[in-house]
Structures are given as structure tokens and as C-alpha cells.
């Protein structure tokens, strides 16, 4: 019974030493994922979300209260300049110019009546004073005959300001008038119909808006209008080239575009907490199936690097180095400004590199200074390089053969 057991004991003895050995044979050292620096091209995009508007478009508001009598258009309709839009009730602003006319013409006539009246006065004022040269009249009359002709003049120079008046009311009776037919300002069409034939128009006050009844747009230049953070916004500049998606369309043509527009002051989003600037992007060639108000996906681009060195961007790590280079961890690190660094893979160990960053996208960032081409650097796993640290042992595994075909060239993407 002992045999077999001791049988037993010498051959697990043996297995662990065995096992012992080949674990020692394995390479020893952090797990990592490497990736040679390359050259290729690196552009920076700005995106943002916003609406297809048109460039140029017109909001017809009333002037006048009353009721639409004639609404002669239907939205979408083509409309060109002059064409008759909208017709306002007219009666009681027929009745108020012929008021103004009645008033224009009383005053006139009454402006008569004292020019005559400063006549006679002046007539009587000579007749007066031949008299009271020829010692037949008393200073009194000569006095009296003075002042009725001052108070005539006086009398006339009140009726030509009431003139004034009353034709400065007559105008204005007329515009008001004439603002009970509306006609388009402009060619383009009708994108937004508001009013309906019978509705009752105000027009705007200082405190309150007035009654917006259609808005006509020039549809022949479309415009993306989105908002920008004001973090993207300051490398976004007049001209700059930008791709518009509109998901109604189909995502797989976009549009180009050009800035054209940067707004000046932002507006505070109090959902986010954020400033946005608004930003409008002219469509080169719109689809002609586009329609205001549509939602857009734009993509500014904002900077280019061609033939540049670059790195995935998760391989740029944030570590605080002194003069010479070397890492400073822990207590001594408090306070001190952090560097942008990789870990180049050397003979199978890390050496930490400060280096320079230029342009970046979703992927790769720009190596300026600080790497040559052809270096491997540690581009993952994410925890992995989190954690590294300068000169430490490191060694590659084989990927699974599944991702052998992926393009993604061993770079782990991390979504926090």
C-alpha cells in the first residue's frame, strides 16, 4: 500500500518540478501593446451640430392692425419681388386718410382767411398811420392798428404749422394705408406660412412682438448654422473648409463647405453651463432636396499636418519629469508641471520621452519633437500604460488571430 503512494508523491514531485522549470523559461515583464511610430496625415476637425438655414431670408411681419382679407399664396410657393402677399382690411384706414384730408383742407382754407384778414390789417395800418402824421388820429388808434396786424401774422404763422400738421397726418394715413397690401421684398419662397385669410394682425411694440404672418427665403445659397464651445471655437477661422452631413439625406456623400461666419459674443447654455458661438458654414453645392431646419453634422477642419510623425493619441501620457528627464512620482511630483511623454520600448524596456504635439484627431496626434521614425512605442492596454513607469521590463504578446485583420494596428481604444 506504501509503494504506490510513494509511486504517487515521486511523480507529482517530478510534474511541479518540471512545471517549476518551463515557468521560469517564459519571458518575464509588463504586458503590453506596441506600435511603431509611422508617418502619415493628421487633421484637426471642430464638430458641431446644428440646422440648414438659408442665407438670406425675410420674416413678413404686419405694420397695421386688421384682419387678412386676402392671402392670395400657400407655403413653398416661388414668389418674386413685388408680388402681392397678404392684403389687410382697408376700410378703416380709408376713412382715417380721408379724415387727414378733410383736416389738411380746413386748415388751408383757414390759413386763407387770415392771410386775407393780415391784408386788411396792413391796408388800415398805412391808412392809420397817414393820419396820425397828419394829426387826425390819436397815438391810441395808430397802437391799435399795430397790434392787429401783429396778431394776424401771429395767426398766420399758427395756421401753417397746423398745415404742417395736418399733411404730416395725412401721410401718415397714407403709409397706413398702403401698408394693408404686402408685397414680397424679395424673390425666393415661401419656406413658413403663419397666418390664415380672416386672422386679425398686430404689429410690433417695444415690449411685444407683432404678428409674424410668413417668412420668404433666397433658397439658392444654404447655410449650416451650428454652435461651437469656446474651447473649439478659438481655432476656428473665416474660410476654413467643412464637411455638412444631414441625416435625412443619407450620411454617405457629404456636403463642402466654407466658414463664413464666427459669431462675436457666445451664448450661455444653462443646461451644459457652456458659452457656444454660433458659426455658419456656406454649402458649396447644396442637394437640392434640402429643406430649412433640417438637423446637420458638421465638420470643421481647422488644421492639416502632412507627412507628420505620429502616435495614437492614448499613447501620450501625462508625467511629471525633471531636467534631466527622469520621472518624479509621488510627494515629490505636488506642484510641478506635468509633461506630455510615451514610452519608447528599448531591448525590451521602457524609456520615457518627453515630446511635442501638433495637430491631433479622434486617432493619431502629430509628434513634432522628441521620437524618430520607426520607433516602437506602448500604445495600451490603457490600465497598463496608466500605470508605467521608465525602465520597466516589458514584453509583447501574440493578438489572437482575429485581430490579426483588424486595422487598428493593436491600438485599444477606451471609452470612460
Not at 471642430?46 to 438659408?54: F, M, N, Q, S, Y
Amino acid at each position: 500500500m506504501k509503494k504506490p503512494l510513494i509511486a504517487v508523491a515521486v511523480v507529482a514531485l517530478l510534474a511541479l518540478i518540471v512545471w517549476l522549470s518551463v515557468r521560469d523559461r517564459r519571458p518575464r515583464g509588463t504586458v503590453v501593446e506596441i506600435e511603431a511610430v509611422t508617418r502619415r496625415s493628421v487633421s484637426s476637425r471642430v464638430k458641431a451640430t446644428g440646422e440648414i438655414t438659408p442665407e438670406k431670408k425675410v420674416e413678413i411681419s404686419a405694420k397695421v392692425v386688421g384682419e387678412i382679407i386676402n392671402l392670395p399664396v400657400v407655403e413653398g410657393q416661388e414668389v418674386a419681388a413685388g408680388d402681392l402677399l397678404v392684403e389687410i382690411e382697408r376700410d378703416l384706414y380709408e376713412s382715417a386718410r380721408e379724415q387727414a384730408q378733410a383736416a389738411l383742407r380746413q386748415a388751408e382754407v383757414a390759413s386763407r382767411r387770415v392771410e386775407v384778414q393780415l391784408a386788411d390789417a396792413e391796408r388800415n395800418l398805412r391808412r392809420v398811420e397817414q393820419l396820425h402824421r397828419d394829426r387826425l388820429v390819436s397815438e391810441e388808434a395808430l397802437d391799435q392798428a399795430q397790434l392787429a396786424v401783429d396778431t394776424a401774422r401771429v395767426e398766420l404763422e399758427a395756421q401753417v404749422h397746423a398745415i404742417e400738421q395736418y399733411r404730416s397726418a395725412l401721410k401718415r394715413a397714407a403709409d397706413d394705408l398702403a401698408r394693408t397690401t404686402i408685397r414680397s421684398p424679395m424673390d425666393g419662397v415661401l419656406i413658413q406660412l403663419d397666418a390664415e385669410q380672416g386672422e386679425t394682425v398686430v404689429p410690433g411694440s417695444t415690449n411685444l412682438p407683432g404678428s409674424v404672418i410668413m417668412t420668404v427665403a433666397d433658397m439658392s445659397r444654404l447655410l449650416a448654422e451650428v454652435e461651437v464651445s469656446e474651447v473649439d471655437v478659438v481655432s476656428v477661422e473665416l474660410g476654413q473648409t467643412a464637411e455638412v452631413t444631414v441625416d435625412a439625406l443619407g450620411a454617405d456623400a457629404p456636403m463642402v463647405g466654407h466658414v463664413v461666419e464666427i459669431a462675436t459674443s457666445g451664448r450661455r447654455d444653462a443646461a451644459q453651463g457652456t458659452i457656444r458661438f454660433r458659426v455658419k458654414i456656406a454649402l458649396d453645392d447644396p442637394d437640392p432636396d434640402l429643406r430649412p431646419a433640417m438637423t446637420a453634422k458638421v465638420d470643421i477642419l481647422t488644421a492639416t499636418s502632412d507627412d507628420a510623425l505620429a502616435v495614437p493619441v492614448q499613447a501620450v501620457v501625462k508625467r511629471t519629469l525633471d531636467e534631466a528627464g527622469a520621472e518624479i512620482r509621488g510627494s515629490a511630483a505636488k506642484g510641478l508641471d506635468e509633461s506630455d511623454v510615451v514610452y519608447v520600448v528599448v531591448d525590451g524596456r521602457t524609456d520615457v520621452r518627453r515630446v511635442a504635439t501638433g495637430v491631433a484627431d479622434v486617432l493619431y496626434v502629430a509628434i513634432t519633437d522628441g521620437l524618430t521614425e520607426g520607433e516602437e512605442i506602448v500604445v495600451g492596454p490603457y490600465r497598463t500604460l496608466k500605470n508605467l513607469e521608465h525602465d520597466e521590463a516589458v514584453r509583447v504578446e501574440a493578438k489572437p488571430e482575429d485581430e490579426d485583420d483588424d486595422d487598428s494596428g493593436g491600438v485599444e481604444v477606451r471609452v470612460d
